[in-house]
């Protein structure tokens, strides 16, 4: 079984600090990780992934996230928040080629 | 590029009455899935599909909702006497069984379902 924790339900920023998104998770095999975005009243798109390799995954729009396997972790992060970084991100495992378990999701706020 | 399709988009429905959606997914991904999201929450797995082959079905699936995928493209959900609990947002997504990049799960962009 697989589970997903993302602490804090919303996080604020200013426009230009530091994006800091945390995703804990849970699963009995090594674990795919996903971090998606979502919109108001959209769908979800992919920010990126970590399969195997490098721990250190670069997506899209600036994002990057690190797999800690000893930590469990794979916290999301932004050098400097953008007003168009303001929507709902979920952080997701699958172990292999099964299904996705999502978290519950996290608000991210961005002020001028 | 065309990713995942969902139609409709919005659906108001009054309270027993059916419903359908209908997904097309990537067209070279063999692998369907539906998830339903509610207010607040994450989206949630009801169910897959590997080609025609309904292969998993969460318990979240109740005997008023049924998927079918009857020639390995498209997907219908059909539900069933809509109760306003199923008030929430169908999320359909694809994706390749044999991706050598690991499983990566591509989302439409979701169909409203509102019970009134």
């Known amino acids: 079984a697989q589970s997903v924790t993302q602490l804090g339900s919303h996080v604020s920023v200013s426009e230009g600090a530091l994006v800091l998104l945390r995703c804990n998770y849970s699963?009995?095999?090594?674990?795919?990780l996903f971090w998606y975005v979502q919109y108001p009243n959209q769908g979800l798109q992919l920010l990126l992934k970590y399969t195997t390799g490098a721990t250190l995954v670069k997506g899209i729009n600036g994002f990057e996230a690190e797999f800690k396997k000893s930590e469990t972790s794979f916290h999301l992060t932004k050098p400097s928040a953008h007003m168009s970084d303001a929507a709902e991100y979920f952080c997701?495992?699958?172990?292999?080629?099964?299904?996705?378990?999502f978290g519950k999701g996290t608000m991210l706020l961005v002020s001028p | 590029d065309t990713g995942v399709s969902q139609d409709p988009r919005h659906k108001i429905t009054k309270r027993g009455q059916n419903v359908t959606f209908r997904c097309d997914p990537i067209?070279?991904?063999?692998?369907l899935y539906w998830y339903r999201q509610t207010l607040g929450q994450g989206p949630e797995f009801l169910t897959y599909f590997q080609n025609e082959a309904q292969l998993e079905k969460s318990r979240l699936l109740s005997d008023r909702f049924s998927a079918e995928r009857p020639k390995g493209s498209f997907s219908t959900l059909e539900i069933q006497r809509t109760e306003q609990g199923d008030s929430a947002m169908y999320l359909c997504?694809?994706?390749?069984?044999?991706?050598?990049?690991?499983?990566?799960?591509?989302f439409g962009e979701g169909s409203w379902l509102t019970v009134v």
């Open positions: 997504a694809s994706s390749l069984s044999k991706d050598p990049a690991g499983n990566t799960i591509y």
């Open positions: 067209s070279e991904h063999n692998r």
């Open positions: 699963s009995s095999v090594p674990p795919y």
């Open positions: 997701a495992v699958t172990a292999g080629y099964s299904t996705l378990t």
